[in-house]
């Protein structure tokens, strides 16, 4: 494994930290050797780290890494996209891309057309996502596309806490003709690390009733349409 020399670690150390820190947060635990991979920093720089994270209380040290004692805004353990699978077990007149691992093999035994685009495997959500999604997703035109999220602010749009993840979603609403987003009204007015999409290339909003009302006329007056389940 090439690591990238640390030449400045002292004046790069805040913006390292924050770094350090979304990534814990988001994987929950990750070992020492990961986070050099992904910062490009030597080991030491990285125990250097996160002992000083852990004097404030951001995360704890184990064994060979570092668990996260940070909220990741409640992150879902991502059953909608499987329950949705579910629902197409008996639907073979259609053709459904997936990136969800848990999704495919819903529907593996029986059911639509199935395509599994390639990609970094996001453990956390059981999904494959990054730059390499592009490949495939680029040459489909895809009909609907059921997209769920983390948090959903007015200004902010979509948010996710995974770089990643936001970079296939943000692949996946360019390429569908209609954009479908499924999300409980708890994740309303919440921002979470990274952007995944805006609310003009969005044109459903699946919720719960509990959507603050001033929200609701904000979208439905961008064009947005609002179904309550």
Known sequence: ??????????????????????????????????????????????????????????????????????????????????????????????????NSLKAAYELSGRGPRLIVIGGELRRLSQTLVGPLTRLLLGELHLDKAF??????APKEGLTTTDPSEAFTKEVVMKQARQVIVLADSSKAGKVSFASAGRWENVHVLITDN?????FAKELTNNSIKLIRA
């Open 147 to 152: 997209m769920g999220t983390i948090g959903f």
């Open 210 to 214: 509990h959507v603050d009302k001033e």
């Open 1 to 98: 494994m090439a690591i990238k020399p640390d030449l400045d670690h002292k004046a790069l150390a805040p913006q390292r930290w924050e770094s350090l820190r979304a990534l814990i947060r988001d994987s929950g635990v990750i070992r020492v050797e990961d986070l050099c991979r992904r910062l490009r920093v030597s080991s030491a720089t990285v125990r250097r780290d996160l002992d000083q994270l852990e004097r404030s209380g951001a995360i704890r040290r184990v064994h060979g890494g570092a668990v996260s004692v940070e909220s990741r805004l409640d992150e879902p353990v991502f059953e909608d996209n499987t329950s949705l699978a579910r629902l197409l077990r008996d639907r073979a007149n259609l053709t459904v891309v997936t």
